[in-house]
């Protein structure tokens, strides 16, 4: 089995910045897409990131549009991790944030196409 176990959530006043990490274990893949996801009350979960790894030294990473240029992913492949960085955050940032993984090298923004989930870290922006 694998277990993704985030970190990192907490309170932040609008404009401020978290990282959010994501630890991975058990069972290993020689190819994986690890994304992130965020859900706010009441809402559906929706893709906030994803990154994949195509080579040793290429990675890609795709993002949603209301997070360019704010979030940054990224993996540590040696340490099985992968971080999430947010930076001028705002109020509407506020959610449950998962981390999931994807066997393949296809990324995606679809939460049925994720095969692992963690349990998720609250993130609250305060304006």
């Known amino acids: 089995q694998v277990q993704l176990v985030e970190s990192g959530g907490g309170l932040v006043q609008a404009g401020g910045s978290l990282r959010l990490s994501c630890a991975v274990s058990g069972r290993t893949f020689s190819s994986y897409v690890m994304g992130w996801f965020r859900q706010a009350p009441g809402k559906e979960r929706e893709f906030v990131a994803s990154?994949?790894?195509?080579?040793?030294?290429?990675?890609?990473?795709e993002y949603a549009d209301s997070v360019k240029g704010r979030f940054t992913i990224s993996r540590d492949n040696t340490k099985n991790a992968v971080f999430l960085q947010m930076n001028s955050l705002k109020p509407e940032d506020t959610a449950d944030y998962y981390c999931a993984l994807k066997q393949g090298v296809d990324g995606s923004p679809i939460t049925v196409n994720y095969d692992y989930w963690g349990q998720g870290t609250q993130v609250t922006v305060s304006s």
């Open positions: 990154i994949t790894r195509r080579s040793p030294i290429i990675t890609y990473a």
